[in-house]
């Protein structure tokens, strides 16, 4: 029975290790060609980062055209950084909104910088991934969504940012997966009963890799960042 029970324990580990090992992730191979444009706006966008202390100034609202490949706008990639060449040399970029229909449309301070002065119009610029981060702190940090309050305990909106490139795909409490609502890296989560401060969210990563956090330990933030 002792080897029974051992061989299974074995094979379960077996098939957690390779699942681990075959589950896709995004590639940090850098797309070029990709067409880019100047995005004259001051907003908090699509992604609705929260108000914090950030390393990185520059933004960018990423499309979904082919010539994007992977790095083609979803929620998950929100609050991430990207390094952007448009021939003048590379810059690190938080990707900030949304450009459906698009491809790289550079917020005025990121045109500027990238394009040396260009006057705004259209470009072919480069991008990958970064596992800079886009936050002036180390490791990653668990939010509430700026306008989704925190003492709602039968609704949480709580998502994980600052995770040196590594995307989360899932988020779950005691089991039960919360869901994008929008397009931000929030999960939404409502049960139809209250859902303790003292639950912890298990965020889940590209790669199976696993976060908990308390939600008492998420941290709440009223306004969003702007950008522009």
Known sequence: ???????????????????????????????????????GAHEAGACELPKSSYAISYSVALGNIESLKHLKFRSELCGHVIQIDCGNGPLDVVITNSNLGGGLDLYASTWKRLTNGMSPGVTSCSAKLSTRNAFNFNGPRCYYKPDSPADNEY??????????????????????????????????????????????????????????????DCEYQANKQMWS
Not at 7 to 21: C, D, E, P
Not at 184 to 212: C, L, M, W, Y
């Open 1 to 39: 029975m002792i080897q029974i029970i051992s061989f299974i324990t074995l094979f379960g580990l077996l098939i957690a290790n390779y699942v681990s090992a075959t589950w896709p992730k995004t590639s940090n191979d850098q797309v070029s060609g990709v067409h880019t444009t100047h995005h």
């Open 155 to 216: 609704y949480r909106n709580v998502g994980l940012l600052n995770t040196n490139g590594r995307i989360v795909t899932s988020a779950t409490i005691d089991n039960r997966s919360g869901e994008h609502r929008g397009t931000n890296p929030f999960f939404a989560f409502d049960f139809g009963r209250p859902i303790s401060v003292d639950k912890q969210v298990v965020f889940t990563f590209e790669g199976g890799e696993t976060h908990a956090v308390h939600l008492r």
